[in-house]
């Protein structure tokens, strides 16, 4: 390009750029944004500048110059502006549109004709003349000002140092009043631009709050949600920190609507599960109650002298008062007092109950009702209809699915509302494809597989939770594929992040091959840990934290042999059944009734029960059925709702509240031995008070429940 040519192109940009400032701009934004004098040094920009400020001025053309600042010299220490009212042109009233054809027009033929180069300027400064939507009618509905002192000095020189520091890519800090919180606060801003607009100065920059992270980027990865989750909200919770609880992979049925509708085809099949199952989807959904109401329905049967079951199954209407008997004359005796007619001495009988106080409100008796049917119905359907037909006539039905269809349209962001949608529509796709694998398969069928402690339901991911402000709590393995500016890796001790023992299931792939060893099993598992920790170290595009206790006091079950470690025996136990009431009370008196009931195991001590009945005696005693749990509360809940009869830890299961009441043992046979559980502490870690403090309190718990 001729010198010429690229020198009216730097004038007319320079002109252009001033123009469409409307403030004075400094040398180093000139450099900086005006095409012509960004690919030069200082020196030539110095030489060019000047010489472009002389020509201008010879065209009747000149700039402005202002001298805020002292500190600097030169150039450096003057702002240029150019008032546009003096040069405007008539306007040119280009829409929208027009302006996306004339850029895509230059993109299309750039090069390719003699006029492009003037194209691209024009487009340029008719673009830098358009008004900023920023000052547009509907965005200046509300004026904020802060007015300055009647002296403007110091005013003054704050925007000399804002200036300098746009000039310079510097960060200012100042304080800001902030009219949400009524306070003034400090603020650290990367000024970008000082606006002049109705009287006033506003400066746009990017503010640095909370260390320029908002909580929306932020992410707490744990090893294991099960475990660690609860902690982790009490503690954000605490200090007032918004979370969100990541969208993992998670069993279907564990949705609570899901659980609900199953719990509706439980009751259809088995009506002796009432007592259990009714309160639950009384309140769900399916029932529409709420807290109040069910305890009004409690209320109404109690007077009523029914359980809860009947009183529903008779739709909450009260019973019909019996005819009042003829009230008998009393004798009057010698004295004038009357006598009593009964012969008990004449005590009150009270006043007789009224209709009036079993009365419920119409609109809940109607849900109640509705309810009723929904049940009747669906024991109708699984009677005759395959699992994926039950649920489609419950959807076509139920009259709180169609309330959810209509909530969902009525409001498309409502985001626990189209949870709910998207579980339903999983949980159809997961029955039609049961049915598929077992044609005509019932929802007796479904629910005995579901229920069965080796199955895992469909997983799936439920969408995450709406709000994008808060901090994502989520688990290691869910967080593939996603990142965030700052990851704070929690629980980073030995047996959590590493995991180095895991259950062992039936289909282990490493069974397919033949068991390599335990040697090798295990240098895979901590291969595995090792990519695990690598996948929790590398969703931090910017800082990444890992946290970890310094004080490490496990309890373990049973010894082991560890070098380094201190052991302190806390209490022996031994295994004790115990189970429901009611099979306690249906023959189950001495150990070798366990034949007829369903022995509930932790899959952690797969041995717990065989080593307990080769104690007994009864080394070859089949059970009616096996339940396998993960956990020692879903076991012991399992054997307070009857499911079976499961193995506790006595004498602390004495401790449990309820114990006698819910639960109970139906026979004291124990084994001879026992198992100790052991208090661990490395032994550099002895003399730590923090070590002292939990063995004081976890003996003092130990004694109390024992």
């Not at 702002?79 to 299309?108: C, G, K, M, V």
């Not at 049967?301 to 529903?312: E, F, G, I, K, W």
């Not at 009593?340 to 001495?345: I, K, L, R, V």
């Not at 091959?513 to 595009?541: H, I, N, Q």
């Amino acid at each position: 390009m001729a010198k010429d040519t690229e020198k009216l192109i730097r004038q007319l940009s320079l002109i252009s750029y001033l123009m469409a400032q409307g403030r004075p701009t400094s040398a180093l934004e000139i450099k900086r944004e005006v095409e012509g004098y960004s690919d030069m040094n200082d020196d030539a920009f110095a030489r060019r500048f000047y010489a472009d400020r002389a020509e201008l001025d010879a065209l009747g053309i000149t700039l402005q110059v202002e001298k805020p600042g002292e500190s600097l010299q030169g150039y450096e220490s003057e702002l240029y502006s150019l008032p546009p009212e003096n040069y405007y042109l008539p306007e040119i009233r280009f829409s929208d549109d027009e302006l996306a054809a004339l850029q895509t027009a230059l993109h299309l033929l750039d090069g390719e004709f003699a006029y492009a180069e003037p194209l691209r300027l024009a487009l340029q400064q008719v673009s830098w003349g358009r008004p900023s939507p920023m000052f547009s009618p509907e965005g200046s509905s509300v004026e904020v000002r802060m007015t300055a002192k009647a002296d403007g000095a110091e005013v003054s020189q704050r925007l000399s140092k804002i200036e300098t520091a746009i000039s310079r890519r510097k960060t200012i800090e100042f304080t800001y009043y902030t009219i949400e919180r009524d306070s003034q606060e400090k603020r650290k801003v990367d000024p970008y631009h000082l606006v002049y607009r109705g009287g006033q100065f506003y400066l746009i920059g990017h503010a640095h709050e909370r260390d320029g992270i908002p909580y929306g980027r932020m992410a707490v990865l744990l090893p294991t949600t099960r475990r660690l989750s609860g902690p982790t909200r009490r503690a954000l919770e605490r200090f007032g920190v918004p979370y969100r609880l990541g969208a993992g992979e998670r069993q279907l049925v564990a949705e609570p609507i899901v659980g609900n509708v199953l719990n509706l085809f439980r009751l259809a099949l088995d009506p002796a599960r009432a007592d259990e199952l009714l309160p639950s989807l009384l309140t769900s959904p399916l029932g529409g109650l709420d807290s109040g109401e069910l305890r009004a329905l409690r209320r109404a049967a109690l007077l009523a002298d029914r359980s809860l079951a009947d009183h529903v199954r008779a739709r909450a209407c009260p019973p019909p008062q019996p005819d009042a008997p003829p009230q008998a004359v009393p004798e009057a005796a010698p004295d004038g007092v009357p006598v009593a007619a009964d012969g008990d001495g004449g005590g009150d009988a009270g006043p007789p109950r009224t209709s009036s106080s079993l009365v419920l409100d119409p609109g809940l008796v109607a849900r109640v009702e509705a309810l009723c049917d929904l049940i009747e119905r669906a024991g109708e359907w699984v009677r005759a209809l395959d699992a994926d037909a039950c649920f489609w006539e419950v959807w076509r039905t139920a009259p709180a699915f169609s309330d959810l269809i209509l909530r969902a349209e009525a409001d498309p962001g409502d985001a626990d509302t189209q949870r709910q949608l998207d579980a339903l529509t999983a949980f159809s796709r997961a029955l039609g494809l049961f049915v598929d694998g077992r044609p005509g398969a019932s929802m007796r069928t479904y629910l005995d597989v579901v229920e069965r402690a080796d199955f895992a339901s469909d997983p799936w991911l439920p969408p995450a939770m709406a709000r994008t402000d808060a901090v994502a709590v989520l688990s290691v393995n869910a967080a593939k594929g996603q990142e965030f500016d700052l990851v704070v890796v929690a629980g980073c001790l030995e047996g959590s992040l590493p995991s180095t023992t895991r259950p062992q299931g039936l289909f282990e792939a490493w069974r397919l091959d033949g068991d390599p060893g335990a040697v090798a099993r295990a240098s895979a598992l901590l291969d595995a840990e090792r990519r695990r920790f690598t996948l929790a170290a590398s969703r931090a595009r910017d800082r990444v934290v890992f946290t970890a206790s310094r004080v490490d006091g496990p309890i373990r079950y049973g010894r082991e042999h560890s070098a380094g470690l201190k052991f302190e025996p806390l209490i022996e136990v031994r295994g004790l059944p115990v189970c429901a009431p009611a099979l306690a009370r249906s023959g189950l008196r001495r150990p070798e009734d366990l034949s007829a009931q369903v022995l509930i195991h932790l899959t952690t001590q797969p041995r717990a029960w065989p080593a307990w009945l080769k104690e007994a005696g009864l080394s070859h005693l089949v059970a009616r059925g096996h339940l396998w749990l993960d956990s020692v509360p879903a076991m012991l809940e399992a054997a307070e709702q009857g499911l079976g009869v499961t193995l506790a830890m006595a004498p602390l299961i004495r401790a449990r509240p309820g114990f006698g009441r819910k639960l109970l043992a139906p026979f004291e046979f124990m084994p001879a031995r026992g198992e100790t559980i052991y208090l661990v502490s490395r032994s550099e870690q002895v003399r730590d008070r923090r070590i002292a403090a939990v063995r004081r309190w976890i003996f003092e718990a130990v004694n109390s429940a024992s």
